[in-house]
């Protein structure tokens, strides 16, 4: 302001300061000077306690995920799919099976009498022992379980039940729940005249094959009876596989002729 600074110029020093000291307190309450700069204030104590300190959100989501590993939870169900509904030992489409539910029946086909020992001279004139046939037969036990009786040939053979019943067209190489299927002779593994099998339960598999539950009497020449054996069978190479069972060990591949039907 030029008067103010002519006015302060023709003052005595000690007049001079005094009205300059008023003057710049007129200007700082009228708001033409400058504020001296005033420090940030530090924010209220409740607004500092909802703000995290660095780092503090990272090591928060590293807590949660810890304490979230160390709970156990179920795990999550998966959408069902073919493999998901697949039996992990046999690989069989769950729900597909189909089974006679004969359980009276085959309870009532079987009751082990073992063969009575019996002597005998041979031709050198020596007295031996001669072990009786034991009963139920494989045969015998798979005729009771079907109620087939065609096709009696006398003392008839598995394989020879099987080309008899071919002949009369009651024979398929399909699986089928209440079939009799027969293993072709083998005579490497004590079955000259083959083997017949009762079978239970029919299931096909993903890959064309079939997994049967099947019965069986005198697989160890007593006439014992094995129930509810797992087989593989291939329809393509009409090959069987004991998967359970006490020939689950070894009978692998064996040549099936098929399957009699009622």
Request: glycine fraction near 8%; charge should be positive.
């Amino acid at each position: 302001m030029p008067g103010t600074l002519a006015l302060r110029h023709s003052l005595p020093a000690p007049v001079s300061a005094a009205v300059s000291a008023l003057l710049l307190a007129a200007l700082l309450l009228t708001g033409c000077a400058k504020p001296a700069p005033v420090a940030d204030a530090t924010p209220p104590a409740s607004t500092a306690q909802t703000q995290p300190a660095p780092g503090s959100v990272q090591d928060a989501e590293a807590a949660k995920m810890r304490e979230t590993a160390s709970k156990p939870h179920s795990p999550t169900t998966p959408p069902l799919s073919d493999d998901a509904a697949c039996d992990p030992l046999t690989g069989v489409l769950q729900g597909q099976c189909v089974s006679m539910n004969q359980e009276k029946v085959r309870g009532q086909c079987y009751s082990l009498r073992p063969g009575a020992t019996t002597t005998k001279r041979d031709k050198k004139g020596k007295t031996v022992k001669v072990a009786g046939r034991c009963q139920p037969q494989s045969l015998i036990y798979a005729r009771c379980r079907t109620g087939i009786d065609t096709c009696r040939l006398g003392d008839t053979s598995p394989v020879q039940w099987f080309t008899c019943a071919q002949r009369n067209g009651a024979t398929t190489r399909t699986p089928t729940p209440g079939s009799v299927m027969v293993l072709d002779a083998n005579k490497g593994r004590g079955m000259p005249t083959g083997h017949p099998v009762y079978v239970e339960e029919t299931c096909p598999n993903k890959d064309g094959t079939w997994t049967l539950r099947i019965t069986h009497t005198n697989y160890d020449r007593q006439c014992h009876l094995d129930q509810d054996a797992k087989v593989r069978f291939n329809p393509k190479t009409m090959q069987a596989t004991f998967l359970t069972g006490p020939w689950g060990c070894w009978a692998k591949d064996l040549k099936a002729m098929g399957f009699i039907l009622r």
